[in-house]
């Protein structure tokens, strides 16, 4: 069974930059799509960034150039990297594994098997 624990969110200024982490447990990272997701309050949720294992990655507009999606399959680990952070980009952050699809379907409609707890983060000065 798959478990997801995201880490490392947290207070940052605008324009500064932080790095999300999720340990993935129950599968072999290597197989598995995976995807960062975040939901800002009175919003619904939406897909920052995802991960196919053997297509590439795809990045919402709003965070082209800025966020960083990485994986390291022998640690079973997640990253996203984020910089230039804006208060827009306040939310919780969930990671996700587990997906099926097309990965521009998968990561707009939220095609996931598997949720972490989420793990907020508050763009702030």
């Known amino acids: 069974q798959l478990r997801l624990v995201e880490s490392g969110g947290g207070l940052v200024q605008p324009g500064g930059s932080l790095t999300l982490s999720c340990t993935v447990s129950g599968s072999a990272l290597r197989y598995e799509n995976v995807g960062w997701f975040r939901q800002s309050p009175g919003e619904g949720r939406e897909g920052v960034s995802c991960?196919?294992?053997?297509?590439?990655?795809y990045y919402e507009d709003s965070v082209k150039g800025r966020f960083t999606i990485s994986r390291d399959n022998a640690k079973n680990m997640v990253y996203l990297y984020m910089k230039n952070l804006k208060p827009e980009d306040t939310g919780v952050y969930y990671c996700?594994?587990?997906?099926?699809?097309?990965?521009?379907?998968?990561?707009?409609?939220?095609?996931?098997?598997?949720w972490g707890p989420g793990t907020q983060v508050t763009v702030s000065s």
């Open positions: 991960s196919s294992y053997d297509v590439g990655t």
């Open positions: 996700a594994a587990d997906g099926a699809g097309a990965i521009q379907n998968m990561c707009r409609d939220g095609r996931f098997g598997a």
